[in-house]
């Protein structure tokens, strides 16, 4: 009982401390998780019109076009993996009861925000091509 207690403890202290980190890029501070959460809405409607275009632009080329949505439902999968890899119990129930719906979605949402955040910057390379450091690669985004 006394482990299970102390596991408890550590467990909401990580989860309070990731919530609570602040740095100078942090543009949430003063946000309730509704407004959070809507913010990571902008993203996620960003990335579809991004796979969108790749998919508009690139329709000719099936081998792409299925290697591209193979990489996506993999992208899916990872970022469900980090969520409950960040919030291993039952997140639906477990974490709402315990620290609250305010601060499981808000901190559920960041996650998801720098997540989005990064996809959506490799997603522009399908479109826009490489940055300079690559310039010389041959991928897809290099036409």
């Known amino acids: 009982m006394k482990k299970l207690r102390y596991t408890i403890i550590a467990l909401f202290l990580t989860i309070l401390v990731s919530c609570s980190q602040k740095n100078e ?37 099936k081998h ?23 919030y291993p119990k039952d997140w639906d129930t477990y974490y709402r009861k315990n620290y609250g719906e305010p601060a499981f979605n808000g901190c559920k949402c960041k996650e998801l925000i720098r997540l989005s955040k990064i996809r959506n910057e490799d997603l522009k390379i399908y479109l826009e091509g490489p940055d300079a450091g690559q310039k010389d690669c041959p991928i897809q985004g290099n036409n």
């Open 25 to 61: 890029t942090d543009s949430y501070a003063g946000l309730d998780y509704e407004e959070i959460c809507e913010e990571f809405d902008k993203y996620a409607f960003e990335q579809k019109a991004l796979l969108d275009q790749i998919r508009a632009k690139y329709k000719s080329d």
């Open 64 to 86: 792409f076009i299925n290697s591209f949505n193979q990489e996506q439902i993999s992208w899916i999968q990872y970022q469900d993996k980090r969520l409950r890899a960040l």
